[in-house]
């Protein structure tokens, strides 16, 4: 079972910075998509950015031009650089990849388990 493992979050002021990365746990042939999305209290999980295969990157307009989304496909991990935090950012952040291919297995969509980020004023 491939799973995606999260790491990176934490308390940070309002002006800072902080970096996600999520890496699959096995072995992986190809993933076609990676993204990440956040869910504050109380309200429904959103879109953050995303990265398939070789096209440019997508963002929410919430996070364009402060959050960068990068890939590294020989580590099977995905960073998310985010910078100019804001207190509207604090949220648990999720990983999530579309079509994993790995040598025992296919899944078409996985998430990991989420990473708190708490944004200070």
């Known amino acids: 079972q491939v799973h995606l493992v999260e790491s990176g979050g934490g308390l940070v002021q309002a002006g800072g910075s902080l970096r996600l990365s999520c890496r699959a746990s096995?072995?992986?042939?190809?993933?076609?998509?990676m993204a990440w999305y956040r869910q504050a209290p109380g309200k429904q999980r959103e879109f953050v950015a995303t990265?398939?295969?070789?096209?440019?990157?997508n963002y929410a307009d919430s996070v364009r031009g402060r959050f960068t989304i990068s890939r590294n496909g020989a580590e099977n991990t995905v960073y998310l650089q985010m910078n100019d935090l804001k207190p509207e950012d604090t949220a648990h952040y999720y990983c999530?990849?579309?079509?994993?291919?790995?040598?025992?297995?296919?899944?078409?969509?996985?998430w990991g388990q989420g990473t708190l980020v708490t944004v200070s004023s």
């Open positions: 096995e072995n992986i042939i190809s993933i076609h998509a």
């Open positions: 990265v398939i295969s070789s096209d440019p990157p």
């Open positions: 999530n990849a579309e079509g994993i291919l790995t040598e025992k297995a296919s899944y078409l969509e996985l």
